[in-house]
Structure formats: structure tokens, C-alpha cells
């Protein structure tokens, strides 16, 4: 290493400071020189560049915003220009196939191929390394056998619904309007109506594109109730019940949070609202578009409760349910004890992941709030299995799933159906430039840049979305006749092996932890955080009981188990036991 990087101590010399010096403004000299060129030899191009760069080099001295641009006078730019192009740079010239940033390119290869209708196999052997700790893999049949039937479906709707909705186990995630282009709307949901799945409309209330082909609609209400909501941003039951009972709409979800940003509400900026999106939404034009970060309709486990049996009855008996980013267990439980109080079950629930989504968010909640998917997910199962009440709910997953292996492994460990947003923005054109908020999408697909979005065919990308879907469930039913099932109901976790870190394989069955029926009614749960968890739910506060809490451990410790005592900081302590618990 050069003496100058690792001497704090070192003299200046004269002859290196000239030569940085002549280094600093070479670049500027030379386009001096070009500029002079111009002038002696009478060409009027070399004059415009080098007079342009020469401007630019007068300008970079004089400014005091950058410091690079100040030293170094028109070279600086590299650098930003460098940075500008990073990620494309990363994406098409150094990045590894198997490299997940957020999607590896094997990955986002595989859905342009299945959306194109084109060959998705490989030659030569596997990407991966099969004896790498944590990969996993299906166990296959001696009877394996090819499958008829691909279109793998389930009903939605418990005794409570009056029109339960029958709907693929693939269909696409929630994804607003405004947050996509009416061209990646339009293109999704004529996909959708084509392949016979549902699609999400995501919070940003139904629009005229959701409308247009008549593709099956979730309606998906936010903390801001767009599209139904009083001038003060509460919740509107007539706005609500007028839209609800259209036909197309089969399926009322309750966001309590999302994935991205789970705790914090959304911003849509003003100068990213149009008209159209203001009237879809029910906001004024000429100011932000923002989310609360939770519902003013309801404070409780059972005013939620109240709250989606209004809809239902509003919405002419369709199934209700809520999508949730599992954040503080007790108060998940909080709701099932709320709805074993009242009798009164959602049609189903949906658990999004911390992985994030197309929605953009500040960093740090992207990477350090909220509950990763398996986990989440694998917390909520538990809960209604230790409850007693699996049976009488749906539950979906959202989260990176793209592949007829991902909504395989899901329905292995217990889900109903998957949702995919960025795998079904992936059909109809989608980069991963993940220039989402910055209204610059390249593709169209997440801007409102009319001229950008007017690129996005909507018949073709309609094609895609369609034989996305249709591939997608060709390869879960290759898996799972492999398996030597007829349904992908009938996955589950012992058909999966995993490796661990000393190269020993476990059934994910023995991996992670699964509470028996009815466990958490008796605090018999082998877990014993799941019983602590349990005790703190109060059906009428999402605040944690922590006298009950205390209780039940001094009740405890009476009867012998070799459960430790907790005291003042309760809570803290169940919240640090929960991951090394679940499994």
C-alpha cells in the first residue's frame, strides 16, 4: 500500500503535490486545448465540445455543493454518472445467477420464460450447491406420476359467508393504482380474467383499469379507505356498500399492515397524484396522499371483529378477511381470542412478509421491522391450530414466491393459496431497475409518466400474465405428482428435507415446530412461549396482559415446570425466546 495511505504523519512533497495537481486538471486542460484546437484549425465541433466542457470545468471550480467536481473539474461527473448506472451495471455485467438482490437472475429468467411461453429447462446440472447448509428439496415418490389436473382451486368463505368465492392457489398480490401504471393494471387484470385467478387491487381502492376486463377483484382496504372515505379520511359504509356489490368484487381484505413498511402508512406524493387517482381514491388534488399508519374504524381485537362482520353484511355476505405483517405475537392473539369470544371467524387471513414488496419504504423498516414471511406465517398457523379454529380459516402468503416450488413449499407447511406481486410484475415487463418510487420506471409498469406507460402493451403483456400463471401451476403440479399426490392440499412438511449447518438433514416436519390441536387452550403447548404469548392476548386491548403473564408463571413454577419467572421486563424476555422457540 502506497506509504501516503498508511504514514498519518507524512511531509508533503513538492514534486507529488505538482504531480496530483497536473492529475486533478488534466481533464480541464485538456479540454482547453481541444477548445484552442477548434479555434486554430476553424472546426466548429471541436469548439462546441470543447467549449461546452470547458464551461462545465469553469462551473465545477467555481461551485462549492461538490467537493469532487471541485477537485477534480469535469472527471468528477464519471463518478456520479457511475453511480447513476450501478445497479444496472451490477445487474447485466456482475452479478452472479444466483444472487438474490432482491431477485436473482435465474429467478426473474424463469418468469420471462413462462410468461413468454417458451422453454424453461436447463443442461448440465444444478446452479446450486445441493450440500450447502439450508437448501432444500422435495422427497419424490417410487409412485410419482404426471397429473391431468393443473388448475389446482379452493373455496373461500366459513358458515358465516353467503358467497363464497372458489379461486386459484396462485393469484396476484395486492399492487395499487398509483403505485403501478393503468397500462400494468389493465395488462394484470385481463391476465387474471384470462387464466381464471384473482387479482389484489392493493389499497389504492378500484379503478376504471381494475374495471375494464373484469378480472376477479380482492378489494383491499387500507388505513385510508380510499374509495370509500368520508372528506376527513374515515371510513364511508355507503361509499363501501356501493362499490362491494359489484360482481367483479369477490373478496374484502382488511390491511392491518403490509409487508414493506408494516407499523408506518403510505405516502403517495402530490406531484405523482393525477386526476384520475384522485378520483379513484377520493383525495383532493395539490397535496400528499397519505396512509395512516392504523385504522381509525376500530382500536380493539373485537371492534375488528365488529368491524369485518360490517363488511360482510355490506358487501352482500362476501368472504372478509385481513392481511397482516405479523409484528407482537400477543397481539395476533389478541384477534383470535376476540373471535372465539364472539363466535364470529374472518373468512381468511393473509400474511405478508418483511421481505418487502413493490411498495417502496424508508431502509430501515424494509431491513429491520417486521416478521420475515416462513416465520410470520408459521406463527399464525400455530396459533389457530393451538386455538382449535384452523379449520374454519383460509390462510394465504405473500412474499418473494414466484416459482411452482416456493407455492409448494408454502402448502407444505400449512398455507392455502400463494399471492405474487413482483413475480406477476416480472410477466408484464418488470426490470428490477427498483426505481418503483421515482415515477422513472423504465418498463412502465411503475409510473405515471404517460408517455412511459404508453410503452406497456396491454394485450401482450395480458398474454404473459396469463401463461405466467398457467406455467407456474404446470410446474406445482410436476412437483407435486412427483410427490405422488393428486393435490397440493395434500403436501406436507415431511415432504421437504433441509440441511442444516453440520451437514445432518432434517424433514422440515422436525425443523420447525408445530403446536398440537387445541394446545393453547389447556397452555399445553410444547413451546412454552406459545403459552406465555397466549396469556398476554387480551380480546378486548392489543396491550399485553403482563399481570397474566406473571400469573401464569408463578402458577407455574408452583406446579414444578421448569419455566423461568418473569418479572417487570416480561415482555422483552418472551419477545427475545420467540425465534429460538419456534423451531
Known amino acids: 500500500m502506497p506509504q501516503s495511505r498508511t504514514n498519518l504523519n507524512a511531509e508533503p512533497k513538492s514534486d507529488s503535490y505538482l504531480i496530483g495537481l497536473l492529475l486533478r486538471y488534466s481533464t480541464l486542460a485538456a479540454a482547453a486545448l481541444l477548445f484552442l484546437a477548434g ?3 476553424t472546426n466548429w465541433w471541436l469548439i462546441l465540445i470543447g467549449g461546452a466542457l470547458v464551461a462545465i ?4 471550480l467555481i461551485q462549492s455543493k ?4 471541485n477537485n477534480y473539474p469535469i472527471a468528477g461527473h464519471i463518478r456520479y454518472v457511475l453511480e447513476d448506472f450501478r445497479p444496472e451495471i ?6 452472479d445467477d444466483k444472487e438474490q438482490v432482491p431477485f436473482s437472475r435465474q429467478q426473474r429468467a424463469l418468469v420471462y420464460q413462462r410468461a413468454k411461453n417458451v422453454s424453461d429447462t436447463n443442461a448440465f446440472g444444478t446452479l446450486d450447491d445441493l450440500y450447502h447448509h439450508g437448501k432444500e428439496w422435495f422427497l419424490q415418490s417410487a409412485v410419482s406420476h404426471p397429473l391431468e389436473k393443473q388448475d389446482f382451486r379452493i373455496t373461500v368463505g366459513n358458515e358465516h359467508c353467503q358467497q363464497p368465492h372458489d379461486m386459484s392457489v396462485f393469484n396476484i398480490s395486492a399492487m395499487s393504482f398509483g403505485s403501478l401504471s393503468a397500462n400494468a393494471i389493465m395488462a394484470l387484470n385481463q391476465g387474471a380474467k384470462m387464466g381464471g385467478f384473482t387479482h389484489d387491487t392493493g389499497e389504492g381502492a378500484i379503478s376504471p383499469y381494475h374495471r375494464k376486463f373484469g378480472g376477479d377483484l380482492i378489494w383491499e382496504l387500507g388505513t385510508g379507505y380510499f374509495g370509500c372515505r368520508h372528506d376527513d379520511g374515515s371510513f364511508d359504509p355507503l361509499s363501501f356498500a356501493e362499490k362491494a356489490i359489484e360482481p367483479q368484487v369477490k373478496m374484502i381484505e382488511i390491511k392491518l399492515s403490509q409487508g414493506a413498511k408494516p ?8 406531484e405523482k397524484i393525477t386526476q384520475e387517482i384522485a378520483d379513484t381514491r377520493q383525495v383532493p388534488m395539490g397535496q400528499d396522499c397519505v396512509s395512516p399508519s392504523s385504522h381509525s374504524a376500530f382500536s380493539t381485537p373485537l371492534e375488528l371483529v365488529a368491524f369485518w362482520q360490517q363488511l360482510r353484511e355490506l358487501s352482500g355476505g362476501k368472504p372478509v378477511g385481513f392481511k397482516l405483517c405479523v409484528g407482537q405475537p400477543w397481539q395476533f392473539m389478541a384477534i383470535v381470542k376476540a373471535m372465539m369470544e364472539t363466535d364470529n371467524y374472518p373468512d381468511f387471513i393473509v400474511i405478508d412478509g418483511a421481505e418487502g414488496g413493490t411498495g417502496a419504504a424508508p431502509v430501515e423498516f424494509m431491513d429491520n421491522v417486521g416478521m420475515p414471511l416462513i416465520d410470520g406465517f408459521l406463527l399464525v398457523h400455530n396459533t389457530l391450530v393451538g386455538a382449535g379454529i384452523r379449520d374454519k380459516i383460509k390462510l394465504g402468503v405473500s412474499g418473494k414466491i414466484v416459482s411452482g416450488f416456493d407455492i409448494a413449499r408454502f402448502l407444505a ?7 405474487s406481486a413482483r413475480g406477476f410484475m416480472f410477466a408484464v415487463g418488470c426490470i428490477q431497475s427498483r ?14 409518466d404517460p408517455y412511459r406507460q404508453k410503452a406497456l402493451d396491454v394485450p401482450s403483456k395480458a398474454e404473459r400474465v396469463a401463461s405466467f400463471h398457467k406455467n407456474t401451476l404446470k410446474s406445482l403440479a410436476s412437483i407435486v405428482g412427483a410427490v405422488g399426490l393428486e393435490h397440493p392440499s395434500q403436501l406436507k412438511p415431511y415432504h421437504i428435507a433441509r440441511r442444516l449447518d453440520d451437514s445432518q438433514i432434517k424433514l422440515l416436519s422436525k425443523f420447525y415446530y408445530f403446536t398440537d390441536e387445541g394446545a393453547l387452550l389447556d397452555h399445553s403447548a410444547r413451546a412454552d412461549v406459545f403459552n406465555q404469548m397466549w396469556v398476554m392476548a387480551d380480546a378486548h386491548t392489543f ?8 400469573a401464569y408463571n408463578k402458577d407455574s413454577r408452583d406446579k414444578g415446570k421448569k419455566t423461568r419467572s418473569y418479572g417487570i421486563e416480561s415482555i422483552e424476555d418472551v419477545t427475545e425466546d420467540i425465534n429460538e422457540n419456534l423451531k
Open 57 to 60: 470545468g469553469v462551473y465545477d
Open 435 to 448: 426505481s418503483c418510487h421515482t415515477n422513472t420506471c423504465p418498463t412502465g409498469v411503475a409510473t405515471q
Open 39 to 41: 479555434l486554430l484549425l
Open 66 to 69: 461538490h467537493s469532487i467536481l
Open 263 to 270: 407499523g408506518k402508512g403510505g405516502v403517495l406524493p402530490s
Open 413 to 419: 407447511l400449512g398455507a392455502d393459496w400463494c399471492n
Open 90 to 95: 451490477r445487474q447485466y455485467l456482475l452479478e
Open 543 to 550: 396491550l399485553p396482559d403482563n399481570d397474566a403473564l406473571i
